[in-house]
């Protein structure tokens, strides 16, 4: 049966000519034409999202050249044999629990341990409706984003900030703003600025440790400032801790859902610290967010991994993650000690970089007038892979700055990798000359 194209205004768009096409099809099966789908697509499809994370990750897998692209954790660090012990013992145990369906808010056990795990490093145990295990950091916001945002609604992030965040608003037609960040993280006193000219947002995104892409993280003070307007003007804190467990020293301000718990919910993840293979993650905050969350996800895929859910919690009650992370900080922090002593010593004058306590991340600002797609175009001949700046920033600005991920990156490769990085900005300084 021919369905009928939805009633619609767009009368000669590239959506009704793909519908024609279909038609023309169906009336004569025998004349072959090819459909263009893309003209089908949703007109949400159309946000200008771009390759985004597909050609990062893409890049991040080429073998033949020094790669500080894609933010993956190292393989080393991931868990070894003990997986598989714990593995066969859920395996034989008689327990079909791990390799069943399971509840939409995750299984009670791995949500137990969840609860546990943040009541001891975050001084807040949830209570059992404000918590819900998820399918990675991705689908919270995913989640969040189907519950709360209807088109044009607006949402403040940092800028730059993490690309899948700014792709995740928008996919539901957000009016995605970017409020700038500075060496102490997100510049609260730009957010009344933000909401003056655009209104009161829905949520607020914001990455306060060790952040994704620039590797500096929130002053305390600011936290408090946060929750604070939050409070005051009505929005929700979407919190990303993804590196919050992966900070080089012991400095770790409290978490904004620590301090705000009626007006945050805190997006974890397990990738960076358990491996992203097994697409895990929390969320916690107030029962009617995660209620509402629950609702969306029992469309989006139902429940989380009920196998991984079950191998994160054996894993995490045997002092797994703590060893774990344990190792991931040594060695993340040593490239980036190796980082920051490549870049002072091969980068020319005007070039300035973050210096960051934690994560996978530095992001530099070579001279004004540079422009960074250029040169990673450059780069790429030079064999040298990094992510130009634009993608995160929500309003395509940001074309001289550049993000370095050091989390995968041999460390003999580091010093190497920026001293051709450097000469392809001093290059192109000169040719600008
Ligand atoms: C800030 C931030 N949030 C979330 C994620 C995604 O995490 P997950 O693998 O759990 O979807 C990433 C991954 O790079 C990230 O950098």
Not at 390 to 416: C, H, K, M, Q
């Amino acid at each position: 049966m021919l369905h009928s194209p939805p009633r619609s205004s767009n009368a000669g768009t590239a959506y009704e000519r793909g519908w024609t096409m279909a038609i023309d099809q169906q009336a004569n099966p025998d004349t072959v034409r090819a459909v263009d789908w893309t003209a089908l697509f949703a007109a949400r499809t159309r946000a200008e999202i771009g390759p985004g994370l597909a050609s990062i990750l893409a890049l991040a897998n080429a073998t033949d050249l020094i790669s500080f692209s894609g933010g993956f954790p190292d393989p080393a660090t991931f868990p070894g044999p003990i997986l598989a012990e714990i593995l066969a013992e859920i395996v034989t145990s008689g327990d079909s629990t791990a390799l069943q369906y399971g509840p939409t808010r995750g299984l009670p056990g791995p949500r137990a341990f969840v609860a546990d795990r943040l009541a001891e490093r975050e001084n807040r145990r949830p209570a059992e409706d404000e918590l819900a295990i998820t399918s990675g950091g991705i689908e919270a916001l995913e989640l969040l984003g189907k519950s709360f945002l209807d088109p044009d609604d607006v949402v403040l992030v940092e800028a730059p900030t993490y690309l899948g965040a700014i792709m995740a608003f928008r996919s539901f037609q957000a009016n995605v703003i970017g409020v700038p960040v500075d060496e102490a993280g997100l510049d609260v006193d730009g957010i009344g600025a933000a909401i003056a000219r655009q209104g009161r947002p829905k949520l607020l995104y914001t990455i306060p440790d060790h952040q994704n892409p620039t590797g500096v993280s929130m002053a305390s003070e600011r936290r408090q400032a946060l929750v604070d307007l939050a409070r005051r003007h009505g929005f929700l804190i979407v919190e990303d801790v993804a590196y919050r467990e992966l900070g080089f020293d012991d400095d770790r301000p409290p978490s904004l859902w620590t301090i705000g718990p009626d007006v945050v919910v805190q997006s974890g993840t397990f990738s960076k610290t358990f491996f992203p293979g097994v697409r895990l993650g929390w969320a916690a905050g107030p029962a009617p967010v995660v209620e509402q969350m629950v609702l969306a996800k029992q469309n989006t895929d139902q429940c989380a991994g009920a196998l991984g859910q079950r191998l994160l919690e054996e894993y995490g009650r045997r002092g797994g993650l703590e060893e774990q992370a344990g190792r991931a900080r040594a060695l993340y922090g040593r490239r980036c000690a190796l980082l920051m002593e490549a870049l002072a010593t091969h980068m020319p004058a005007g070039v300035r970089w973050t210096h960051p306590r934690g994560g996978f991340f530095s992001w530099v600002t070579v001279t004004a007038g540079l422009d960074t797609v250029e040169l990673a175009s450059r780069a790429l001949d030079r064999r040298v892979a990094f992510v130009p700046g634009r993608p995160f920033f929500a309003d395509g600005s940001g074309g001289n700055t550049l993000r370095l991920a050091f989390s995968r990156i041999d460390d003999g490769d580091i010093d190497e990798g920026v001293r051709r990085l450097a000469e392809v900005v001093a290059g192109a300084l000169g040719d600008q000359r």
